[in-house]
Nanobody, 115 residues
Framework: QVQLVESGGGLVQPGGSLRLSCAAS????????MGWYRQAPGKQRELVAY???????NYADSVKGRFTISRDNAINTVYLQMNSLKPEDTAVYYC?????????WGQGTQVTVSS
């Protein structure tokens, strides 16, 4: 059973930065494409970025040029560097496979962008 634990969220002012981490259990982590997702209040969960097992990254248009996804297969961790944050980035952020496995959703980490 794979477990995913997100961390690194917090309160940040517009224009600020945060780095999210997702630690995964399980030795087959390196075989998965991994994604970061977010869910804002009253909205559906959406894919923000994903990275293939080979390291190729893709981004939603809303975050392109501001967010960077990366992974370290040696420690089973995927990251999301978020720069130039905007109030509309406020959401709970989750990691999961891409496409997501319903059994892998964790608690997420709250990101709030506000002055």
């Amino acid at each position: 059973q794979v477990q995913l634990v997100e961390s690194g969220g917090g309160l940040v002012q517009p224009g600020g930065s945060l780095r999210l981490s997702c630690a995964a259990s399980g030795s087959i982590f390196r075989l998965y494409a991994m994604g970061w997702y977010r869910q804002a209040p009253g909205k559906q969960r959406e894919l923000v970025a994903y990275i293939t097992s080979g390291g190729s990254a893709n981004y939603a248009d809303s975050v392109k040029g501001r967010f960077t996804i990366s992974r370290d297969n040696a420690i089973n961790t995927v990251y999301l560097q978020m720069n130039s944050l905007k109030p509309e980035d406020t959401a709970v952020y989750y990691c999961n496979r891409n496409p997501p496995d319903p059994s892998y959703w964790g608690q997420g980490t709250q990101v709030t962008v506000s002055s």
